[in-house]
């Protein structure tokens, strides 16, 4: 178990009609500066994507991904340096769950953003340090549901249980009153260094963490121009779904993320795709 004797966060079964998201506002940041530092050691983990599973890179933060990790690390200590926009709860908390039965000392290094479902796994650390300029946020469960009213008010209630379950990590990790964490997730806040350690979500502003810019200057620049497109898109209340959908139709070279999705549902055609992007951008 964790040093810290964290308790297991409690697991649900995703909903058949769920639909992950990153909160576009922190996508939209994160894309403009895709900020990342090179692994030190066989004993560092990098979390510098969404997390879940992303088809338009063909990688993503995973709990099967970091469960190999942890493996090949074996017992002993390791480090996690975070830089993501969150993503998928469900694995956000499997994740969360691996690195808190880890028997060693984790320490999560918070380089740009753990923000969503990123903050939930930093919560696992014995140690979370924050480097200058960087960022925590938090937010109640986010996803989009398709159905009927009897589908959305069951899903009402499943989200209850979801806000539940990482309130419960959030109070485990803080030792914060449950109503002013309930507060804070409310009103989907951002906490940078020093707001974050006088509230119990980091233990220490490490000026020493350095956010570094050759991997992202090395990055490809489809990758990024991708990035910042879909995150326009998500900030045009695009969902994930239809944001696939507007760059598939565009000829972006990228995997769908709905893989059992028909290609003659993708009726609009180049030109409808290309107008609707522009105008959403726009807007």
Known sequence: MSLRNLPEAKTFQRPQNFQWDAPSDVM??????PMAAASEDDNTITMFEVIGEDWWTGGGVTAKRISAALRSIGKNDVTVKINSPGGDMFEGIAIYNLLRSHPAKVTVEV???AASAASIIAMAAD????GLGSFMMMHNAWGVVIGNR????????????FDGAIADIYEARTGMKRADIEKLMDAETFMGPSEA???????VVDDGIEAGTSEANN???GLMAR???EAALARAGFTRDKRSELLLEMGVSAAPRDASR????RDAGFEAAARQLINAIRS
């Open 28 to 33: 939209a940041k994160w894309a403009e500066a």
């Open 111 to 113: 380089l740009g953003w």
């Open 127 to 130: 140690d979370i340090r924050m």
């Open 150 to 161: 009897h589908d959305m008010r069951e899903s009402a209630e499943l989200f209850d249980g």
């Open 197 to 203: 350690v006088k509230n119990g979500f980091a233990d």
């Open 219 to 221: 990055m490809d620049r």
């Open 227 to 229: 990035r910042q497109t």
């Open 262 to 265: 028909k290609p003659a549902a």
